[in-house]
């Protein structure tokens, strides 16, 4: 196992989600030049494990900050060395708040709490300002429009799930609205002419997965799709995004700006087993996709230009479903 970096760059840092309940999940860090991999990169930089299902892996204000979502703790790493600068304990009256995702604008950092709220990090001090009160199990959340939108999934409450975006105004840091996209909301991201694309992923039955369209200046629904979405990923003016064909996991290339569909099966990802997410990088100008391997073996984090073209894949560790690009 080679030794971790004193100072990332020219590589691949990836979150490995682990298994539920097990304590094992981790950080890689990929060396581009030499190709090697270390899969103990956190407990080389820190003397300790990372915790329990690592759910969001973000770059921000010259720090990584990785969420811990069973372990309820947010770690947070200095951008060019790895190391550790803080863990906050994500607790609230004793119980854990369960964290999911976070986003950034200006001096805060707004983390998704599945207890139905989100939290305000202030990026100088480090420490939880404010809990807003969202949906329940909110997910990922966007920034458009001076305003931050929020999932509301309802997904511990099965069957009876959420159908709710909340809106944030950040001035205030209060929710303004509500606005009724679809079952079960999950991902969601922001364009360039600030209109959000949220996938509804439905019961799993007979309701299916769709994704559906905002307008951060209406703030209302204004379009949903007809064919199936199961995970988003921006890449420009363009959204990747998965489905299901039969067993096989697909690609689709949708314009943002067209609104239409560029191309209904972009690259050959027949060799990924288990299809867990995908990531642009915009320096690379490369998509990178996440194979789980059946959630029991190390997974593989594959890279494709944008032609669709397979180019490499590294072996990491269990489950991935972040990275951030160091050049």
């Known amino acids: ?62 720090k990584i900050f990785v969420v811990m979502n069973v372990s309820s703790t947010l770690e947070i790493l200095d951008a060019k060395t790895g190391s550790s600068i803080k863990q906050i304990q994500m607790v609230e009256n004793g119980i854990p708040k369960q964290p999911r995702y976070i986003t950034f604008s200006g001096s805060k950092a707004y983390i998704s709490c599945y207890d139905g709220f989100v939290d305000v990090l202030d990026l100088n001090s480090l420490s939880i ?11 990922q959340l966007a920034v458009a429009n001076n305003k931050l939108y929020v999932s509301n999934s309802g997904g511990l409450n099965f069957p009876d799930v959420d159908s709710t975006v909340s809106v944030i105004s950040l001035s205030s840091e209060t929710e303004m609205i509500k606005i009724t996209v679809g079952k079960n909301p999950g991902a969601i991201v922001s364009d360039s002419e600030g209109d959000l694309y949220i996938v509804c992923r439905g019961n799993f039955g007979n309701i299916p997965s769709r994704m559906h ?35 096989t996991t697909k690609l689709l290339k949708f314009n943002t700006i067209s609104e239409t569909v560029s191309s209904n099966d972009f690259g050959n990802i027949s060799s990924i087993q288990t299809f867990y997410g995908m990531q642009y990088s915009a320096s690379k100008n490369k998509l990178y996709c996440f194979d789980a391997q059946g959630y029991v073996n190390t997974g593989f984090v594959h890279e494709y230009g944008m032609n669709g073209s397979f180019i490499q894949k590294f072996n990491v560790g269990l489950i991935p479903n972040h990275i951030l690009i160091y050049d």
């Open 1 to 62: 196992m080679p030794s971790s970096p004193s100072n990332l760059t020219n590589g691949m840092l990836v979150l490995n989600e682990g298994l539920f309940q097990q304590n094992n999940a981790s950080l890689s860090f990929i060396d581009f030049n030499s190709l090697s991999v270390d899969n103990l990169f956190f407990e080389n930089k820190t003397g300790r494990p990372l915790g329990d299902t690592g759910n969001d892996l973000q770059l921000y204000d010259g």
């Open 213 to 247: 369209r905002i307008s951060s200046v209406t703030d209302t629904k204004i379009e949903s799709f007809t064919f199936d979405a199961e995970q988003i990923c921006l890449a420009n003016n363009d959204l990747f995004i998965s489905y299901k064909s039969g067993s």
């Open 129 to 139: 300002t404010n809990r807003i009160p969202v949906g329940p199990n909110p997910e």
